[in-house]
């Protein structure tokens, strides 16, 4: 619980046990009764130790022990000798005591019968921790007890524990004047002995040897108010009036007043395990979780000891489909309903920790039958912005999705491929008739197309960025097709070969790397660079790699495996790999190993 005001730092210790809501509704009561129970000190009229030299000086004693000062007075000025005697001014010196061995004990009997059921019960919680903390100051050891059970169900201190038993306890009969008698026999010479409860029924000798808070409950209609007096030995009782706080804190004072700790989770970093994209900006890859969560990794520029990851855990019901940067880390969720169906798609504004920045953007789909629900897939996000309005653009389950103004618009055509390249989203798409089109949309909101020969492919690969005019497309008629043919921006194209066994996961663009393919081995362990210059090993890896990923502005390539291990290759520098693991220890990073073939 956060920190209580300072003028509840006598209580500190009990009230952090409570709720901090809860606790602040009950300090008054606590701070009212303690005012009128008073310290322990006072409980006891003299000290009983026996006598051990003198310790310092006091107002009150026997003129036996009168300073010689004050003598003085009497010798030289009489008058003033009489005067300090009527104020009680006179010095007197102060008798030091050896303490008992044992420490002091107050015991507190709290009356469990019908007549204290409900709203008194409260008072019972509030003199509690007021009697803890008197005891705690006095360093005196607390008992207590409920007087209609046995002295030998006596309990000590006040803890968690002590106040749920105390809470708990309810009898079906009142307190009588045997309850009292049979526990303070069995006490024998308390320092300090209460009783909280229905005073009414405790007026007998038993009662004379105890001191007492008698807590009664206003019968006046409409008034919800406890009555509580205080009667301290010879002292005058001293009753004070406390208004119950609204009803929903009173049941939870009574019912569950304690603060709850939830339980830490268990340290674990997430693990990538499915989807793997660069930013546009080629300074961040985004992928999936195990769990569905967004995973941000915030590359070096170079290599480095350690790369930034950040993740993002959507709500129920709800999938990530698409990450990217625009003025900060966004995401996009559908969220459905009940029967699968995407009802609508949410705009997540994050910090740089992954936590929700301002509140979320909600984007209705007026038919969800018309929506696919996605297969884990993942996409990076194309932000525009035309006219002082923004324009959220992404592909999901091969169509592309447009989010403007509350506003959701998507595409009939197919889009095999797509990528971006500055203010420019480039698709390869293909019509019902199979048609392939490779199309750009601008940020205005126009848009040029460029037909290809020949229909539509069963596997294409798009490369573009911001330093490249145009795309590169690699077109393999099947996912394992012997022969790829490339198409640059001049329209000019030269066919590769794919290795026995080969998988094509990616083209890489000759503005930034050679031309070529990203070729999976059969043992999927192994990634190549087949172009006209030959074949290339990137990496080897332990488990099957799953997700293969180009990075269009800077030469490089990243990999996911089936371990949730990363990697990434520099073309510029192939002789040192990027690769490692998220550490185990929840703190979000990805701990990088600069590892040299």
């Not at 190549?528 to 990496?539: D, F, M, Y």
């Not at 990243?558 to 040192?576: C, E, I, T, V, Y």
Request: hydrophobic share 40%; proline share 6%; with cysteine.
């Amino acid at each position: 619980m956060s920190a209580l005001p300072a003028p509840l730092k006598p209580w500190a210790a009990q009230l952090s046990l409570l709720q901090r809501d809860l606790a602040l509704a009950l300090a008054p009561w606590i701070q009212r009764l303690s005012s009128s129970i008073g310290p322990l000190s006072d409980a006891q009229a003299r000290p009983t130790g026996a006598p051990d030299g003198y310790d310092g000086v006091a107002r009150k004693g026997s003129y036996e022990r009168l300073l010689t000062t004050e003598w003085l007075y009497a010798d030289e000025v009489p008058d003033e000798f009489l005067r300090r005697a009527a104020q009680g001014e006179h010095l007197f010196s102060k008798l030091a005591v050896r303490e008992p061995h044992q420490a002091r004990r107050c015991l507190v009997l709290f009356d469990s019968g019908p007549s204290q059921l409900g709203a008194p019960r409260i008072a019972h919680l509030a003199a509690f921790i007021a009697f803890a903390s008197r005891c705690e100051a006095a360093h005196a050891q607390l008992s207590w007890g409920v007087l209609q059970h046995l002295s030998t169900h006596r309990r000590d201190g006040f803890d968690k524990t002590e106040a749920e038993a105390l809470l708990k306890s309810r009898t079906t009969r009142e307190a009588t004047e045997a309850d009292l008698a049979s526990w303070l026999a069995s006490m024998g010479n308390a320092d300090d002995v209460w009783v909280v409860g229905n005073g009414l029924l405790l007026s007998g000798p038993a009662a004379s040897k105890v001191q007492q808070v008698i807590v009664t409950e206003s019968m006046e209609p409409g008034v919800r108010r406890l009555e509580v007096t205080v009667r301290r030995g010879g002292r005058a009782r001293q009753s004070v009036h406390l208004e119950l706080p609204p009803a929903a804190v009173c049941t939870s004072l009574l019912r569950a007043p304690f603060a709850v700790e939830k339980p830490k989770p268990t340290p674990r970093a997430s693990r990538p395990s499915q989807g793997l994209v660069f930013g546009a900006s080629g300074n961040r890859l985004f992928t999936l979780g195990g769990n569905g969560e967004l995973i941000s990794v915030v590359l070096p520029h170079g290599t480095g000891a350690s790369v930034k990851q950040v993740v993002f855990q959507p709500p129920a019901l709800e999938r990530v489909v698409a990450g990217g940067w625009h003025k900060g880390l966004i995401c996009i969720t559908a969220r459905y309903d009940t029967s699968g169906r995407i009802i609508r798609f949410v705009l997540h504004s994050l910090t740089k920790r992954g936590e929700k920045r301002v509140d979320a953007l909600t984007y209705e789909v007026d038919d969800p039958s018309t929506v696919i629900p996605p297969e884990r897939s993942l996409t990076d996000i194309t932000a525009f912005s035309f006219n002082g309005k923004k324009r959220f653009l992404f592909v999901m389950a091969g169509r592309l999705f447009s989010l403007e103004d509350g506003k959701v618009v998507s595409s009939p055509e197919r889009i095999v491929a797509h990528t971006q390249r500055s203010e420019r989203l480039l698709l390869f798409t293909v019509d019902e008739q199979g048609r392939r089109t490779v199309r750009t949309m601008f940020s205005n909101t126009t848009q040029t197309a460029t037909h290809l020969e020949g229909l539509g492919s069963a596997r294409v690969y798009f490369a573009g960025g911001m330093r490249y005019p145009l795309p590169m497309i690699g077109l393999g008629e099947l996912s394992t097709s012997p022969t790829w043919t490339m198409i640059d921006h001049s329209r000019l194209s030269f066919g590769l070969e794919v290795p026995a066994g080969g998988t094509v996961m990616g083209i890489t663009t000759p503005s930034t790397w050679v031309a070529g393919l990203l070729v999976r081995t059969e043992d999927k362990k192994r990634l190549l660079h087949v172009s006209a210059q030959g074949t290339q090993t990137i990496v080897e890896t332990e488990s099957p790699i799953l997700e293969v990923a180009t990075d269009f502005e800077f030469p490089r390539a990243a990999w996911l495996d089936a371990g949730g291990g990363m990697g990434l290759f520099d073309a510029s520098n192939p002789q040192k790999l990027i690769i490692g693991l998220p550490d185990g220890n929840g703190r979000r990073m990805v701990h990088f190993t600069e590892y040299r073939r």
